[in-house]
C-alpha cells in the first residue's frame, strides 16, 4: 500500500471485483468529481479478500486478477489504486483508527464515495452515518451511492460469475463491458499439438483465486508483440490423451512465433463447444479443422 501520497484524494473502497458495467458507473462518478475538484480519482481494494482470511473461503473465485483489476481501472480513469492487505489484525482496527489512519493521513481522502450499505471498523460495526460524522470531524465530504446502484453491482457481479461458471461468454461480457481475460505466462506443453498442425501455447495462471470459464473450446484474441491475433482456446483436461490436470492451451491463427515466458492477457471472445474425447488423434484433428471453419466463421462477423 502506498504511504507517501502527495495529492488529496476522491476515494471510493470496495472489491470491485470484474469492474464492470455496474462499477463503472461509480467510477464515472468518482472521475467527475475529480476532475471539478481537483481530486485524485483514487479506489482502495483490499487483498486477500476478507472472506479469505476471515472465514478461511478458500474457494473464492474472483473475476479479475489484482493485475487484471489495476488495468481495467485506469482504462476507466482510476489513476490510483491502493491495494491494502486484509489480515485479522487490520480487521480489528476500529473505525475511527481506520478512517483517521488510512483514509485521512495516508490517502488524504476530502470526498469518499461510498455504498449506502457500507460497513466498516471493528466487527464491521460503523456506517454510513458514521462516517459522515468522521467526514464533518476530519474534514471530508461523503456521496452515498444509491441503492439501486448498489443493487445493479450486486446483481451484475452474480450474473457474470454464473455465465462463466456456465460458459455463457456473450452473457458475461455484455454486463463487464468489455472481453473477459486470463492472464498468465507461456510455459512449455507436451507439444502434442505441434505434431497435428495446431501448435499450442500453454498459459499458467499463478493466481488460484481467478475465476476459470466452463471447459470447452473458445474464440479468443491477444495484443501480441503490439499486433492483434486470433485464436482457438481450449480449457480441459486433454481427455482424448487421457490427460488428468487442466490446462488452457490457445492456438494462433496465422502466426509462427516463440512465445515461450511472454506474459499474455488472453480475451475471451465466443464459445465453440464443451470439450470432447475423440477415439483418435486423427478425429482430434478432424474437429479442430471443423473449429477453425467456426471461428473464422465467427471472425467475419465479429466488429473488432
Do not use: C, W
Not at 99 to 121: C, P
Not at 189 to 212: H, M
Request: proline share 2%; charged share 25%; hydrophobic share 40%.
Amino acid at each position: 500500500m502506498k504511504t507517501n501520497q502527495k495529492q488529496n484524494t476522491v476515494l471510493t473502497i470496495g472489491t470491485f471485483d470484474g469492474v464492470h458495467i455496474g462499477h463503472q458507473k461509480i467510477i464515472k462518478q468518482l472521475v467527475e468529481v475529480a476532475n471539478k475538484k481537483g481530486l485524485q480519482p483514487s479506489l482502495l481494494t483490499f487483498f486477500p479478500h476478507p472472506r479469505m482470511v476471515l472465514q478461511k473461503d478458500v474457494n473464492i473465485k474472483l473475476i479479475n486478477t489484482i493485475s487484471e483489476k489495476e488495468l481495467l481501472l485506469k482504462r476507466f480513469g482510476i489513476t490510483n489504486l491502493v491495494v491494502k492487505k486484509f489480515t485479522k489484525e487490520f480487521s480489528r482496527l476500529t473505525a475511527e483508527a481506520f478512517v483517521e489512519d488510512i483514509l485521512v493521513n495516508q490517502l488524504k481522502a476530502k470526498h469518499v464515495i461510498i455504498g449506502y450499505d457500507h460497513h466498516f471498523g471493528r466487527n464491521r460495526n460503523a456506517n454510513i452515518d458514521d462516517l459522515k460524522r468522521f467526514g464533518e470531524q476530519f474534514n471530508f465530504e461523503v456521496e452515498e451511492i444509491s441503492m439501486q446502484d448498489i443493487n445493479d453491482v450486486a446483481i451484475s457481479s452474480t450474473k457474470i460469475r454464473a455465465a462463466l461458471t456456465e460458459g455463457d461468454i456473450t452473457t458475461a461480457n455484455a454486463y463487464l463491458g468489455y472481453n473477459f481475460m486470463l492472464t498468465g505466462n507461456i510455459v512449455k506443453g507436451k507439444g502434442l499439438g505441434k505434431t497435428i498442425n495446431y501448435p499450442t501455447a500453454n498459459l499458467q495462471i499463478e493466481e488460484s483465486y481467478k475465476l476459470i470459464p466452463k471447459k470447452g473450446v473458445y474464440v479468443v484474441q491477444a495484443i501480441i508483440d503490439g499486433e492483434l491475433k486470433f485464436g482457438m482456446m481450449n480449457i480441459g483436461n486433454n481427455p482424448t490423451v487421457n490427460g488428468t490436470s487442466q490446462s488452457i492451451e490457445i492456438h494462433f491463427l496465422n502466426l509462427d512465433k516463440n512465445l515461450y515466458s511472454k506474459n499474455l492477457s488472453i480475451e475471451v471472445l465466443h464459445r465453440l463447444r464443451d470439450e470432447q474425447k475423440f477415439e483418435s488423434i486423427e478425429l482430434l484433428k478432424q474437429q479442430l479443422d471443423a473449429d477453425k471453419i467456426s471461428t473464422n466463421a465467427f471472425l467475419k462477423k465479429y466488429d473488432k
